[in-house]
């Protein structure tokens, strides 16, 4: 769904939730029945996603949240599905910005 290992996101009540600027800007596409997914029609950035599975709550991705990296993850979820190679990640060499050839 994502073209990703995992996607960060940040769970809160719907009730929460409230596109204060740019609405004019947000779309949505119907993934299945339960899932739909808002984007924004000028970059084609993904917001957010609703599911009628989970009612109640709204999923933002990570990188759409202001302020982002003052928020501490508090749980995985669908690790059945995840990679093997996720647990290792931290060990994996890291460089600060792109790495040169």
């Known amino acids: 769904m994502s073209g990703c290992a995992f996607s960060s996101m940040v769970v809160t009540p719907a009730s929460a939730a409230e596109v204060t600027l740019g609405r004019e800007l947000l779309s949505a596409y119907a993934l299945s029945e339960a899932t739909t997914k808002h984007f924004c029609t000028r970059c084609g950035t993904p917001l957010f996603n609703v599911n009628a599975r989970y009612p109640g709550v709204t999923m933002f991705y990570l990188g759409a949240i202001d302020q982002h990296e003052k928020l501490t993850p508090s749980f995985n979820a669908f ?5 093997g190679w996720v647990d290792h990640v931290a060990e994996l060499t890291s460089f600060a910005t792109t790495p040169t050839p």
């Not at 690790?79 to 990679?83: N, T, W």
Request: glycine share 0%.
């Open 79 to 83: 690790c059945r599905s995840k990679l």
